[in-house]
DNA sequence: AGACTTTGTATTCTCGCTGAACTTATGCCC
DNA sequence: GGGCATAAGTTCAGCGAGAATACAAAGTCT
């Protein structure tokens, strides 16, 4: 039978999409797409440049299939070969593989009440480019701002294609409830945008014509940065503190999104049921006690003020100021604890104001966590500041991009053939 | 060279263990491991007994590769061919298949407040044995309290061994914080235990010299047996109401244990910090507003009746009854809303004492519910009575174990060739 | 210079799934 | 009742991917 489109043309089977879904059937190129990432994986995570024989050795893969996984990555551009180190060892000298650097890249985007950023990552996690806009974007029209994001895109990638970067995605970051499924922002009180599909704004500028775009949550991203600065702390929560706190539950690994991507909204969770009324409409939300206005307010600053301001108010020993934090840190502590019970988490790491605010923050936090969570006595939680710098919900939504090309080269492979 | 075991022998490669382990390398094994348990689950799980032709179907595997992995699964007696039904359609009848009944077993034990038990299923599910002494248990003699499960457990494994059904494991249900990596119990502030290997005093009783025992958290457990009721319903929330309270969490049909296997602590979660003193050392824990005790004293009662006797006060319209209730109901909307803005689900499963006290506590948690959740608006919070009968955590303790057969039938099946 | 050591590649083997043909068992229709 | 259509289950050649083994390559050590 000749195999031309007929009307009794077979339907083409579902192909098990990867060996991880467990739902779906494995099958001989299932094994192959596993291990593809399983090599990719290594290399890209590697401490120092492994050889064909380390990631062999490391996966338990033979060097003969390793050789041939390394072959398909490298056409495809997603890894390269480095200079062999001058060898100080007996044998044959080995041929160090790194991720590919100025290939390709995935852009990061961020709207936050405060900023408005941009930026480009390659697979090596080198920043390609980076633009930033300060300004004020609490109630904030968002067609108005989107554009603007739309424009710094477009700067980025006008960039990176001159040079000949090819460009897998974009991810925006918004500090709300992002249904990750169905795509439209729910609320993001504190921009005061409501019900709107920041998505399909977007999508409607002309860069977004060719480039995938997703939109997520600003902590949940930021954590996914955080946590690709330390890969042996597989399991922890970043708390973002800003005008509003969220919380990136991550766990081995991954980040918990949760059943419609809303997971980690903790700057709501009630710290005093008879607590101060809260612009979400319930009572005593940890946002009133640690919330970046909360905090400048009690200290008697503007809320607008940068949080340095607050920085160096404590440090002159300000009362009002120390007594501000220490009231915040216990509240947090109290959110954190119940957090830490229901969840289970050993690591909190603290970024955006709270990094700052470390040496007069952190002590209330760990008192609270020691008196409040159960397992205290077994298994102590340590608390410590973010280490990623500046932008790190940005950093994580290129991450996030570049993580799921990782997680899937054989379709770039088989693409880029 | 001969394949003598000489001293340069070769070490055996750490062969990938599940397709499904991301840092495993995958082999053609791997692949059949999958598909085995593929296959193994979906009959486990269908509505209705599939036949061989169902099955390829629905997993995308194709009949030829079905047959063969059930002729496996088949030897193994993991599963069994049903009588065609008497068919009313053209074409061969095809054979139903079911898991078998009766061949392997899995032990449940529990030791609670009020009770210890011990039961036994099989793979189709059925209860085959099961045993349950009422007493009170708090401030016990560990000790001799695990040498009565140990009888329990002895009665229930002879009477399967003379039925010639092979068991697999045992798991125990306690309420506290168990450890999950290296075993010991740590803390189960109502039996009063502490710090307490529990595994090791119940092996060194003469039943698990054979039989495989693993401790587990009974919320957890017994989230496990009611996930298994609606199998429709993968994420979750279960609350196990009882002296204490504590909740298991079930993500897209898994239980989340933590990074030590304490999540889930709800009871000891923060409803009011300037509340009263818990037993915990903290101040306005949940159970100090919601388990047993409180409710009881609250309404006027006895905390060691049972709940029947506050049910009863509340239809007889008891004012102080009434009003106990809604409180707790409060106090445990509180905690929820906490719960879900954390972690994202939408499902809610109250069982133990909430599931009688429904008439008269649902409506406060809802209400809370309603106002504390960033995201009501957008995705209701569903509330409902949990579905499994008695010694829910007993049950989910023996459906652990299968669980595992069910997730790595290959080694069974091996074995039992 | 030659033995040794380690890296990376080539070749053959095995294993498990696919696809297509085949067998089996039933209902439907004349 | 006998063919025909239909669906379930089985058989078998083929293929793709990793394992095992042997081998080539590129160094160090003596």
Redesign the pocket.
């Known amino acids: ?1 000749s195999p031309g489109p007929g009307p009794t043309r ?1 339907l083409v ?1 579902p ?2 999409r990867r060996v991880g879904d467990p739902d779906a ?12 990432t399983l090599v990719l994986r290594h290399i890209i995570e590697a401490a120092v440049p ?8 490391a996966t ?12 398909r990555l490298f056409r495809a551009e997603l890894i390269r ?1 480095l200079e ?1 180190t ?12 790194a991720p590919a650097s100025g290939t390709i890249a995935a852009i990061g985007l961020e709207v936050n009440v405060d900023y408005l950023g941009a930026c480009a990552l390659d697979l090596s996690g080198e920043r390609l480019a980076e633009r930033v806009i300060a300004g004020h974007f609490r109630n904030s029209d968002p067609r108005e701002v989107l554009a603007r994001v739309a424009a710094l895109a477009a700067e980025v990638v006008t960039q990176l294609q001159d040079q000949g970067i090819r460009l897998v995605g974009a991810c925006l970051a918004l500090p709300g409830l992002v249904d990750s499924r169905r795509g439209p922002l729910r609320n993001a009180p504190n921009l005061g945008w409501r019900d709107l599909d920041v998505g399909a704004i977007l999508r409607a500028h002309a860069v977004f014509d060719t480039l995938p775009l997703r939109v997520a949550n600003e902590a949940n991203l930021a954590a996914r940065a955080e946590a690709s600065f330390d890969r042996q702390i597989k399991t922890f929560v970043y708390v973002s503190g800003e005008t509003g706190i969220g919380a990136g539950i991550v766990l081995n690994g991954e980040v918990y999104r949760g059943r419609h991507g809303w997971s980690g909204e903790i700057g709501h969770t009630v710290v005093d049921p008879r607590g101060p009324l809260c612009s979400c409409g319930a009572t005593g939300c940890l946002e009133r006690y640690a919330g970046k206005d909360a905090l400048m307010l009690e200290a008697g600053l503007s809320p607008d003020q940068p949080i340095g301001v607050l920085v160096e108010a404590a440090e002159r020993g300000d009362e009002r100021a120390l007594r501000s934090i220490t009231d915040a840190g216990q509240a947090l502590g109290v959110a954190l604890a119940n957090l830490v019970n229901l969840v289970d988490v050993d690591q909190i790491v603290l970024g955006g104001i709270y990094a700052p605010l470390e040496p007069y923050l952190f002590d209330a936090v760990v008192a609270q966590l020691r008196a409040r969570v159960l397992s205290a006595p077994w298994a102590t939680v340590t608390v410590r500041a973010a280490k990623v710098g500046a932008g790190p919900a940005m950093v994580g939504g290129a991450q996030a991009v570049l993580r799921r090309l990782i997680a899937d080269p054989a379709s770039w492979v088989a693409g880029g053939d």
Chains 1, 2 share one sequence.
Request: proline share 10%; hydrophobic share 35%; charged share 25%.
């Open positions: 039978m077979k089977r192909r098990g059937a494995a099958r001989q190129g299932s094994v192959r797409e596993h291990n593809l492994p050889s064909r024989a380390d990631v062999a050795a338990g893969l033979t060097r003969a299939t390793v050789s041939v996984l390394v072959e070969e062999p001058t060898p100080q060892r007996v044998g044959r000298p080995a041929i160090p593989l």
